[in-house]
């Protein structure tokens, strides 16, 4: 049902039309110390000159080994920790060198380091063996003792884990005396800090080979003082536009040792992306575009057969996987189990991007036995975490950051707990409004009106569409937008023209301003053009032209990055009241006036009915979440 709103009835108290008044608003540590100096830019080995002519400078083995080895020299002389040395020393300031016993919660985390080396090593050793009685038979095998190697690792693993018991009852001991600050506080990890991602999910992913792990660069520690996110900030907003085009990732391959690129990144859903390249090693790849694209040749043609690939190596290579995907095949972030710093860095990462509407979980990848797990980052845990990071102004650094971010997370989420109270009292309002026939606002429009009302633009007549055009129905949706508190004169004595006409043909005052003879209703409103428009009249378009801007930006906003066919798109247009209307059709209203609308046309409005109905509910979910964005 549709029908003129502006004159209305109300169910129960409240507003007297189809508008709420509302104000309107408007990695291991080398992954940590490959940042810029706040003093210098240095371009660090990796970046790859895309525009270059491809030329093979090295094997597969050789580009592999070039992406993963490490020159302490240079390590040194770009780690976070240096820059801070350097910019201490530049003040006439330097950072003490006496030496400094560890506290309990150091010397934890240098034995949890310990533990999943000597843990990996056993692994690879009897990786190493199983590989051999496969190639060998088991009869070969089944009087051979356990190899030296195996019994000293176990021994030590005992060692160290009974070590570990014993720092984890002095931590234990002291906990009583230290009060663990509160959310408001600053701890390290409020309370309900909930990732809209569905782990399962993803677990279920990484057990089937679906995974791919795209490297970032860890965040730059600038010289104000500050970290700055610049990779994933671009990133991001390309994933939300045009995706991100034949970037390098790494095939993640469930209980296989796969290296990968840098300590932590995202995880992406391969079958949610197009695959460009595979390659079993490095394969040096260079370009975003097929024009530019190159790499070395390869023969692995599917994912399932990279995948059986590394399962019959007997180490672990990198592999390299070009993709394109956008927004929606992200399913979270990963961090590199032996990390310790990476996972401070893959945390403050995860809160960053919370505060930036990103909710994305954090995963803890075991390069060296193929495992993933889902992060538990605790106050306790992050903050053995922190105790790794080995200056202390930088560890102080991360903190300070970290609690940062979840206050902002913190005060997001009330914030937003107070939207969706103000949300939920304007659908409540806009619920009780009925037409001039007690008929409430129709089901497939509501919403609509809601997210407009919420962004504080009222609304005067809508609805949702249909399929029949008897009673002045029409076959799309719409929405009329007008100021609220229209005057009920738009000229100069047009009140008394209408009761004198009305009297003139008997018929009621109320029905022919609400249009009712429509012919006769015209016939005043021409007449009483004649006459200067009112004071209150112009104050009343003025606020209308406000409006249509508003409404303009809005809709320009919403198709930024959407294509659709013009006839489904939305547009705006003036009506002669002043007022105007979001929908995707017009030249069939005036035909549907007149009654020149064919059958055919008909039929062709019918068919096009969904897809506009689906446009403006896609519209409706950006007006509500710039309702709650602001």
């Known amino acids: 049902m549709e029908g003129f709103e502006r004159k209305m009835e109300v169910k129960s108290a409240g507003p007297s039309r189809d508008v709420v008044e509302h104000p309107q608003r408007r990695d291991s540590e080398a992954a940590a110390e490959r940042r810029l100096s706040p003093q210098s830019e240095v371009t660090t080995p990796e970046v790859r000159e895309t525009n270059a002519p491809f030329q093979p400078r090295r094997s597969f083995e050789e580009a592999a080994k070039f992406r993963l080895q490490k020159d302490p020299l240079e390590d040194r002389r770009f780690s976070p920790e240096a820059n801070l040395e350097q910019g201490l020393e530049s003040e006439g300031e330097r950072l003490p060198q006496e030496p400094k016993q560890p506290s309990p919660h150091e010397q934890l985390v240098d034995v949890d380091t310990q533990i999943e080396k000597t843990t990996a090593s056993i692994g690879s050793t009897q990786k190493r063996i199983d590989t051999l009685q496969g190639e060998l038979g088991k009869e070969n095998f089944k009087n051979a003792e356990v190899p030296p190697s195996i019994q000293t690792g176990v021994g030590r693993l005992e060692q160290l884990r009974k070590t570990k018991e014993g720092l984890e009852g002095q931590i ?325 023209l209408f009761e004198q006409t009305a009297q003139e043909h008997g018929v009621k005052v109320e029905d022919l301003k609400r249009g009712h003879p429509e012919e006769l209703f015209w016939e005043v409103k021409k007449k009483a053009s004649a006459n200067e428009e009112t004071s209150e009249y112009k104050k009343w378009e003025q606020h209308n032209s406000q409006l249509y801007k508003l409404i303009l930006e809005l809709l320009n906003k919403f198709y930024e990055d959407r294509e659709v066919q013009d006839d489904i798109k939305l547009k705006l247009d003036e009506n002669n009241s002043g007022s105007f209307e979001i929908s995707s059709e017009k030249q069939a209203l005036f035909k549907m006036i007149s009654g020149e609308l064919t059958g055919q046309e008909k039929q062709d409005l019918v068919k096009k009915l969904p897809k506009r109905r689906e446009e403006m509910k896609a519209f409706t979910e950006f007006l509500k979440e710039s309702f709650f964005k602001e």
């Open 172 to 496: 234990a001991g002291t906990s009583t005396k230290e009060q663990t600050p509160s959310v408001e506080e600053g701890s390290l990890n409020p309370e309900g800090l909930e990732s809209k991602g569905n782990i399962e999910e993803t677990m279920e992913l990484f057990k089937g080979n679906k995974l791919l792990a795209r490297a970032m660069e860890p965040a730059r520690l600038g010289a104000d003082g500050d970290f700055h996110f610049e990779p994933w900030d671009e990133e991001l907003k390309s994933l939300g536009k045009e995706g991100l085009q034949y970037v390098s990732t790494t095939l993640l391959v469930a209980g296989e040792e796969v290296p990968t690129y840098k300590s932590y990144g995202m995880l992406v859903d391969s079958d949610k992306a197009e695959i460009a390249h595979i390659a079993k090693d490095d394969s040096n790849s260079r370009g975003s575009t097929p024009e530019d694209f190159s790499a070395a040749e390869t023969d692995v043609k599917s994912l399932e057969g990279l995948a059986d690939i590394i399962k019959n190596q007997t180490e672990g290579r990198i592999n390299e996987v070009n993709a394109h995907f956008r927004q929606e095949a992200v399913r979270g972030l990963f961090v590199t189990k032996e990390s310790s710093v990476g996972k401070v860095e893959a945390y403050m990462t995860q809160l960053y991007l919370m505060t930036q509407g990103e909710d994305l979980p954090l995963f803890v990848y075991s390069q060296k036995m193929g495992e993933l797990e889902p992060a538990d980052f605790t106050s306790e845990n992050v903050e053995q975490l922190l105790a790794g990071v080995k200056t202390e102004k930088l560890r102080v650094k991360y903190k300070e950051s970290i609690e940062k971010y979840q206050k902002s997370i913190e005060s997001q989420k009330k914030e937003k707990l107070l939207k969706t109270q103000e949300h939920e009292k304007i659908r409540h309002d806009v619920e009780q409004i009925t037409d001039a026939m007690g008929k409430p606002i129709e089901a497939g429009i509501m919403e609509t009106i809601v997210a407009l009302n919420a962004l504080g633009i009222n609304t005067s007549q809508s609805c949702e569409g249909h399929e029949d055009i008897e009673g002045g129905s029409r076959l799309w949706p719409w929405v009329e937008i007008s100021a609220p508190d229209e005057p009920e004169e738009r000229f100069v004595g047009e009140n008394a």
